[in-house]
Structures are given as C-alpha cells and as structure tokens.
C-alpha cells in the first residue's frame, strides 16, 4: 500500500507541477510584456549607441509595443465586459421564466375560479356542477341520447339573434329572377349616369370601365389614392346602383384576426357576437342579387392577418370550397345556412378596400396586392350632365355570365400575349421582378371585361401592368434602376406602339424623379 501511496503521490505532483509551471509561466510572462522598467533600462543602455535614423527605429519599436500592449488591455476588457452581459442575459432570462412560471399558477388559479363561478351559475339552473358538460357551448358536445333537446342556453333563446332575424325576413323568399338583356358596356354607362343624375358623382367613363374590369377580374378591389377624390363614394354609389347599400367595415387599428370581421362566440353568455358583414353575407346567401362590402380604410390594421382567410378561400377555383368555420359545433336551432357550424362565402359578394397611404397607416404587402385589382383614383371627376338614370334591379348570374362571355368573345389576342412575354422577359432581365401565374390569370380576365365594356385593348394592358406589375418596382432601389428606365420606355414604346403604353411610361418615368 506504501508502494501505491508514493505512485499517487509522484503521478498527481507531475501533473499538478506542470499546471503550476503553466499558470506561473502565464503570470511571469505577464509580468514581463508589462515590465516598464526593464524597457526604459535597455533605451539607457544603448542610448549612445544610436544614431539619428536608428532613433527613429527606435521611437517605431517604442509605439509598436505600446499599441500591442493598449489592443491587449482592450481585448480582454471587450472579454471581460461580454462575458458580464452575458451572464446577465441568462440572469434575466431565468428571471422571466420564473416570472412566467408565476404567472401560469396565476392563470390555473383563475381558471378554477371561472370554473367555480360558472358551477355557480348551472346549479342556479337545477342542475348539479357535474351536469355542465351536458350544455351545448362552442366546442362541446351534447351527450349521446339528448340530440333534439335544448339546453338551459337554447331554451332562453338562440346564439344567432341577428341571422335568425334574416331567416324570418327570408322564410317565404324566392329568388328574383330579374331578365336582364343589358351588355357590360350599357350597365358601364348607365351606372356613370346613375352616379352623375342621382348621387351627383362624377367619374370618367374609362374609370368606371377599369372599375368593371376590376369586379371581373377578382373579388378584392382595392381604390387607392389621395384623400378626398371619391374612392369610397365609388363602391357607395355601386350599392346604391344596385338597390343594395354597400356594407361598410370600418377597419379599426387594433384589428389582428378574423374575428374583427365575422365575430366571435361568448362562451359565458352563449351568444354569438355577430358582425355587421357576418350579417351581410348571410343576407347575400339568399338571393342571387350584387353586394358590395366596403373595407374602409382597410390598411389602418395589417390586411394580411384579419382578411388572411378570406385572401385565401376567395382564391379557389370552386366556390364550392368557399367555407369559413363560424362556430366549432353545431346547434339544433342556428340559422338555416349554417351547416355544422360552418358557413358557405356567396359569390354574389365584392369586398372594395380603400386606402390612403400616410404615417397612420401600414403598407399593404405583395400578398394582398397580388390577390387584389387596385385602382388608382387620383383625380376628381368633371361635372357633366348626365341623363336621369334609376338604380337597377342586376342579377348577380347574369353578370357573372357577361364576364364568362367576354373571356370567350374578347381574350387577349396572341399577339399582345406575345408583347407581354417579351416585356416580362426584359423586366427580369432589367429590374429582377417577375410576376406568376396568378396575375397573368387577373390579366387575362381584366383586359377581357375592359374590352367588353367598351375599351381599347391595349389601354386595359397598360392599366393592368403599371397597377400590378409595375407597382413592384416600389420596393426596389431606385438610384440602382432609373438608369434602367428611359430604355425600358424605349422599349414599351417600340413593342406596344409610340404612346400606347401611357399609364407604364407615366408611372416609371414618376419614380425616375423620385429616385
């Protein structure tokens, strides 16, 4: 054992002798880099030595070592001065997770105490606590066996108060069927005239084409402009021209999901908190008229997160799918047309966004852009005298037919195809922006409505590219692209014709002066 105990002994004294050869080689070396004296004893000692040009060499050496010595000192107080915030950092991280852990037991004790008051309240009604899972709320079921009988919550009266009154309103409902003969082009002029003799707004007859061609072309228009030029007295006066004020939606600033726009169930009062658009879309699911649901001032809250659903249901190709989840479970006397829980989006329906672009509002993203038609009203209509035209009684099938019927009778001839291709070739090529399938789909039938109505071609492709193509070029850097644009003009004008393409020049030929 004595054998071992001097191994041990000399095994642990090398190691621990070579670490304290480290650290005090690390001290010493310290000692030396930073001993002053011994500096200043060596220049005494070669002083004499030294003519004029080693004394520069020398002054070299001095400022050499004494800025490796300063970056030295610099770098391990950097070292030092990370490490503390460092280990701050996971201070304070430790602080909020048990701030957060503090929290959650606070929540857990609130949640017994909400479900103590709400025992409260079912035993008020004759029943035990244990028999509230029994009553219909908006993610419970009912127990097998009570299917068909109300609970204490439908015995009081229904969840939908405002829809349930439109079933009445509707109970002995038929469709009117309207015979509408009238073309894209007479209801264009008679909806101006409208507008003008009854309304006193003024607009452009090539506005009201674009405007048409936008309903044609996408469920989602969005009119943008300066304040005051009459983008929401546009979508008023289509309601009234139509027979159906426009459901306005005033968007608020707080607005960040769906239930701003289609409301929400109150699990205490058991009632649903219904919207005025909720109420509007039930209304439009009964007839086969023309709605128009006005979004005003849609870009005071971000558009992508309250109308990200309907973004996306309003861009399947079968209205069918057009299905938005109202409620999670089903209940014996809700509104007709909501089918476990769910109700369907009627096609008859236009959702119009305006947009004023100042500090108060947020920027409307790609996303919604690429999904939408925007219109630019920039310009107060000219007064005119109109002839006195009265609001008129539209068929939502038949103006669907009429835009089915200009895709048929006015496509895109293939060689205006061929122009945009070119063009789309060159914007790559260019300026790195590139467009899909889905604004080529919008141009398509677009251009087709704007034709139908009375428009040239050409004139509804230079609309459509400054407003959905061009409009990309906003995000871009314009001191790095307006040396780009005079040839991209150049080109427009010798591929479209010499001034086909205005709406294009104007619009690249604006952001060159602002870049």
């Not at 009445?168 to 209801?187: G, P, R, S």
């Not at 546009?234 to 999901?257: E, I, M, N, T």
């Not at 209304?283 to 709605?291: G, I, L, Q």
């Not at 050409?458 to 790095?480: C, H, M, P, S, T």
Request: aromatic share 12%; with cysteine.
């Amino acid at each position: 054992m004595d054998t071992y105990v001097r191994f041990l002994y000399e095994f642990l004294n090398t190691f621990f002798s070579g670490l304290q050869t480290i650290v005090l080689g690390l001290i010493n070396g310290i000692k030396q880099i930073f001993n002053i004296p011994e500096y200043i004893h060596l220049i005494k000692e070669y002083k004499n030595d030294f003519s004029v040009q080693e004394w520069v060499l020398v002054a070299i050496a001095v400022l050499a070592v004494s800025a490796i010595l300063i970056l030295t000192i610099l770098l391990v107080y950097l070292i030092v001065r990370k490490y503390i915030r460092f280990r701050k950092t996971i201070v304070d991280q430790e602080s909020m997770l048990k701030e957060v852990a503090d929290l959650n037991k606070k929540v857990e004790t609130m949640t017994k105490e909400r479900e103590e008051i709400l025992a409260m309240k079912v035993s008020q009604l004759g029943l035990s606590p244990n028999e509230s899972s029994s009553l219909p709320t908006g993610d419970k079921k009912k127990p097998e066996g009570e299917e068909g009988q109300a609970g204490p919550e439908e015995a009081d009266g229904v969840r939908f108060t405002r829809l349930t009154i439109v079933d009445k309103k509707f109970a002995k409902y038929k469709v009117q069927n309207y015979n509408n003969d009238f073309n894209l082009e007479e209801i264009c002029i008679a909806f101006r005239n409208f507008a003008a003799s009854r309304l006193h707004l003024y607009y452009t007859l090539p506005m009201i084409r674009i405007f048409m061609a936008g309903l044609a072309s996408t469920k989602l228009v969005i009119l943008q402009g300066i304040s005051g030029t009459g983008k929401t007295s546009l979508a008023y006066a289509w309601g009234k021209f139509l027979k159906h004020d426009s459901c306005v939606v005033s968007v608020q600033p707080s607005w960040r999901d769906r239930t701003e726009l289609f409301g929400y169930f109150n699990e205490f009062t058991k009632k649903f908190n219904e919207t005025q658009l909720l109420e509007c879309l039930y209304t439009a699911s009964y007839t086969d008229d023309m709605y128009t649901v006005i979004l005003d001032e849609m870009n005071l809250a971000r558009v992508e997160y309250y109308f990200a659903e309907m973004l996306s249901i309003l861009e399947m190709p079968n209205r069918d799918e057009w299905i938005i989840e109202v409620v999670a479970s089903p209940w014996e006397n809700d509104p007709k047309h909501i089918i476990n829980g769910k109700i369907k989006v009627p096609a008859n329906t236009w959702y119009i966004g305006t947009i004023n672009n100042d500090d108060s509002t947020f920027m409307v993203t790609d996303k919604v852009y690429d999904r939408a038609m925007p219109i630019d009203i920039n310009d107060k209509g000219q007064v005119f005298e109109a002839e006195d035209t009265p609001p008129w009684d539209v068929n939502f099938s038949h103006m669907d037919k009429l835009f089915m019927q200009a895709r048929e009778e006015h496509p895109v001839s293939d060689e205006n195809w061929k122009k945009i291709n070119e063009m789309d070739d060159f914007v790559i090529r260019h300026f790195r922006v590139a467009f899909g399938n889905r604004i080529v789909s919008h141009l398509g039938k677009f251009v087709s409505a704007y034709v139908a109505c009375g428009g040239e071609e050409v004139e509804g492709i230079d609309y459509f590219i400054a407003k959905k193509i061009l409009r990309k070029f906003e995000q871009l850097n314009i001191a790095y692209i307006k040396d780009e644009i005079d040839g991209f003009v150049t080109f427009l004008d010798k591929t479209f014709g010499k001034g086909k393409m205005k709406e294009c020049t104007e619009y690249v030929l604006r952001l060159k002066k602002l870049g």
